[in-house]
């Protein structure tokens, strides 16, 4: 049987696109449901919820919170919730969840990435499968599933050096 | 902490090359190792084995019980094992793992594709995405993962009208 | 002020598609409208002519001489003609251009491709963009435009294990 | 027999590639040898010159005139010359070419981009098949080859409305 996955998009690196007059990768469309066309979906259903489309650093704190509160909203409605969220403030949103909310009532598994899904080399697609996965698979709880890892929240930093995320505390 | 895992390939339509002069699709090189390349692996040292590399229409039934032999011992050594398999009898090896070995000393997870890696437009790099993610999470065990989807063995059959693996029994 | 450019498909490797029941590759749909949407195209107008869609090892001396015909009218309304062909027998049509015809009202030029557009890794796009830039740029005649390579019939050949076409008595 | 063309790379978003830790394009690395050996170069034997890798935009008058003058020696000693630049201020270089050498003694054609290689969806790939067709068929002079179309020098100008470059004068 299918489950049924809320999807919030928050903007962020993986979906920037170029903009051939200046020059430059910002969010101003969102690539999600492009993304989305190329993968198989079998076990899940999809709803999107297109909250805001931002670099997580001009995110404010009533950003985060609002955040959060969808998503856990959203954990009560649904079989699990993916966040699509800018890496450098993804982790204030996880903690902002865990904060407000404790175990949420269904999974949420945030997920971003190093690089934009418009490059011919990027993480975008590969931490979009994860996090579609991860979200079928884990207990009640809030996570960021990347790179072939899922981290459990709190205590999950972003290693600026090693481009990916960590559990604090942790070594290389 | 980063899991050990064991990857077995056996060839099948994800990992099948174009041949020019024939101009036919075939199993002659592994593409494995490009795959495993353009992925970000944080959570796991991957050990690559190289069993066979046949379309799997044309295994034999020794070939499947030295899949299903090699996996157990491999999934006692290591913290999961995945299976590159062609989609055609993929179940039969699947089901022979657990005939042969019950539950493995760790998840065993098996992984194909409908489309060549080598096709622009594949499943080919979702579903290896999928089965490095799944073989972190699920208890020890025998599954399929692709399609955004993990089933456990035994009781799962290739749908071929769905093109896509499903439980024996299962409505569309 | 843009050319006007006749593009007459017949099939051939460049536009073979995947089946994934069968497993194969073979001529079912054209891909050449996809092909022409990712190009920008300022110079020209093209107008699409599908003619036929066959592997050339399968064109009878008939179909050899509807493409010569069809690509002789066209030139003559037109401010130039590409024919996309395969491989294998794209030397006999373009000889019977020749044959039938002499020297065409407007430059007539054939392509394809080793590997199917289809593949990650293709001479496709290559190929049509170079036939769709020198048509524009040589005067009328008969021609091959593969390979970063403009080669004038009669007298082409196509070279199997370099794998291009080249002139009857060029050396390596 | 193949003709031996002189290839300079200037810079410009066409080799722009991206900066994970600032998450932005600019102008590090040459990724014209990644693009070159994507194609299937047969007419041509090509000698790399890596003469500046930069924004157009911050391009000096003594940067054009280096640009012209190394592009019109290369001409003398070569059957072509190929000049990767930006956009934005390759006509000034084009227009230096004419106005210091004439009529170089084999043809000059410049080419760019208006979306970084690195972008999957990218006009690099095609534009730079173009010129290095294009600098096999035109007569000598100084050219832009970019879009399937090739512009002589002089009164080239970038139209940016239309994203590409137009004669001056020439309407929509």
Chains 1, 2, 3, 4 share one sequence.
Do not use: C
Request: proline share 5%; net charge negative; no cysteine.
């Amino acid at each position: 049987m299918k489950r049924r996955i809320a999807l919030i998009s928050t903007g962020g690196t993986i979906e920037k696109t170029y903009d051939e007059l200046r020059g430059v990768l910002s969010n101003q469309v969102s690539v999600l449901d492009i993304m989305l066309a190329s993968l198989e979906l079998r076990g899940v259903d999809v709803d999107r919820v297109q909250l805001m489309n931002k670099d997580s650093l001009e995110m404010s704190p009533e950003d985060h919170t609002l955040i959060a509160e969808t998503a856990g909203r959203l954990a009560a409605t649904h079989d699990g919730v993916v966040v699509v969220h800018g890496t450098d403030r993804l982790a204030v949103s996880g903690d902002r969840v865990v904060a407000l909310i404790g175990t949420p009532a269904s999974p949420i598994v945030f997920t971003g990435a190093m690089r934009p899904w418009e490059l011919r080399a990027s993480d975008a697609l590969q931490n979009l499968t994860e996090a579609l996965l991860a979200v079928q698979l884990v207990p009640p709880g809030v996570y960021v599933a990347m790179h072939s890892q899922v981290l459990q929240f709190p205590g999950v930093i972003k290693d600026l050096e090693r481009r990916t995320f960590v559990k604090a505390g942790d070594g290389p």
